[in-house]
């Protein structure tokens, strides 16, 4: 039985399968990585800069039809699915124009005598394994800075992207990636976790599930491999005493419903002061009731389906359980009546520690509200859970913002925003949400050796 196939979202219908990789071409991917990972890492800087900056240049020019496989594949409607394909291109042309001075040696200030730097240069062959809610943005972010320093890639991609993985390297091939440089696998778990075990293969970057960042973060420690996992999260968005209500609600709405909520730097829950609550929940609700499920192939349409009819099934149990235990359901909440995996956009309050939806991540369109009765009960609810990645506060006190910010136990905090990817911000969490950091100068160091060099 296949691992890859692209199934509509919007229909349900199977639209094309691939085989899976055999045991003897999984092999055959390692060994042509590994062989090209000799010429290319003593390949020109600029030459390798030059091969992200023409991959850039590329995913501009088939904007439209990159664009319509994700619509395809995952269901993302077309307008956003151009915005991913345009931040994609701007990682890569990212780290073509700015990488290369990141990657200059770092002269250090030592007590010895003689001159000592650090140089940074690659490590080998890395495995990438990649989810399906940003299928182009999130192998960019692995791979740019990592065929800049020299490293190869093997590429697992979701088994409901196949044709946009195969597009990818489509790409990268006509960008002038030499053979072997970057390769597609439609591999296994199994296949996995014996490229894992090679000694061949120097590192893994995971973006996905905490369970999937589990098993593959113990794999790698087992056989002493470099990862970096990038996992969920169940980002808070904090309205304090004073914020701009219209910015707020406007961020929140947004940041929460953006890509039918599949994301895992969405706010997924709401803390509301509640000097403020009645307001922010009437707008709130009225925002809310704009995002329309509709045809993902629409440039009007906002909402489009979820990418699986199992994650919606997910979903609507967690909203279940909530609502069967007391939650107030605001909006939405019934999984409507034909074809696709469409899901009303859905908000709920009076969300309890009993619940499912209070410490799970909800990775669809449903917004929890939560009123708090002070700053620092607003900080609690903010820290109570399991992830850390992203966060937003929202008030008209700067230097309390930045008092909140310094407690809240998260990778990245927004003032009077929402977290937004870009190529020079550096992305990443803490507790459950993962190890590791991307983009930025950052995404330079996670996968490089860095090399003192000492002269006499």
């Known amino acids: 039985m296949t691992t890859y196939a692209t199934v509509n979202p919007a229909t349900g219908n199977l639209e094309r399968e691939f085989a899976n990789f055999t045991d003897q071409q999984a092999q055959q991917s390692l060994a042509t990585a590994h062989e090209a990972y000799r010429r290319w890492r003593t390949t020109d800087l600029s030459q390798r800069a030059e091969v992200l900056a023409r991959t850039a240049e590329l995913y501009r020019r088939h904007a439209q039809e990159l664009a319509e496989l994700t619509t395809l594949e995952m269901g993302k409607p077309i307008a956003q699915a151009k915005g991913e394909v345009e931040l994609s291109a701007s990682i890569y042309e990212y780290y073509a124009t700015t990488g290369p001075k990141l ?5 250090l200030d030592i ?14 062959v890395l495995l990438g394994i990649m989810p399906w809610n940003f299928p182009y943005y999130q192998v960019a972010r692995f791979v740019a800075p990592n065929l800049l320093l020299g490293n190869t890639i093997l590429l697992k991609h979701a088994g409901s992207c196949p044709q946009q993985a195969l597009r990818i390297a489509e790409i990268l091939d006509e960008a002038g990636a030499p053979h072997g440089v970057y390769q597609n696998t439609f591999v296994t778990t199994d296949q996995v976790a014996t490229m894992i075990a090679d000694p061949r293969l120097q590192g893994v970057s995971l973006t996905g599930s905490e369970k999937a960042g589990s098993a593959v973060g113990a794999l790698a ?26 910015r707020a609600v406007d961020a929140a709405v947004t940041g929460r419903f953006w890509n039918a909520g599949q994301a895992c730097t969405s706010s997924k829950r709401m803390i509301i002061d509640s000097s403020m609550w009645n307001d922010f929940l009437t707008s709130f609700v ?21 990418a699986s009819i199992d994650a919606r ?9 909530a609502v069967a235990k007391g939650a107030v ?44 009765d002070s700053v620092d009960e607003a900080i609690d609810l903010a820290n109570d859970s399991p992830y850390g990645l992203g966060s937003a506060i929202f008030t008209d006190n700067e230097q309390q913002a930045h008092a909140v910010a310094n407690r809240l136990d998260v990778g990245m905090v927004g003032i009077n925003t929402t977290i937004r990817s870009a190529p020079d911000l550096p992305f990443g ?23 003192l060099v000492r002269i006499l």
Not at 435 to 444: A, D, F, Q
């Open 103 to 107: 990657l200059d040696d770092e002269t």
């Open 111 to 124: 007590a010895g005598t003689g001159r000592a730097v650090v140089r940074t240069t690659a490590i080998g």
């Open 221 to 246: 420690g087992r056989h002493l491999k470099r990862c970096v996992l990038e996992l969920g999260g169940s980002d808070p968005l904090l309205v304090l005493p004073g914020a701009d209500l219209t």
């Open 286 to 306: 009225e925002k809310v009731e704009q995002w329309h499920p509709g045809d993902p192939m629409n440039e009007n349409t906002r909402l489009g389906p979820m």
């Open 313 to 321: 099934a997910d979903l609507a149990a967690q909203v279940d359980d």
């Open 329 to 372: 359901l605001h909006l939405g909440g019934q999984i409507p009546d034909g074809p696709g995996a469409y899901y009303p956009a859905t908000v709920l309050s009076g969300v309890t520690p009993d619940m499912r939806a209070y410490h799970e991540e909800l990775f669809g369109p449903v917004a929890v509200l939560y009123k708090a």
């Open 429 to 451: 969490g803490v507790k459950n949400s993962g190890i590791g950091r991307e983009l930025g100068r950052y995404g330079l160091d996670e996968f490089a050796n860095k090399k």
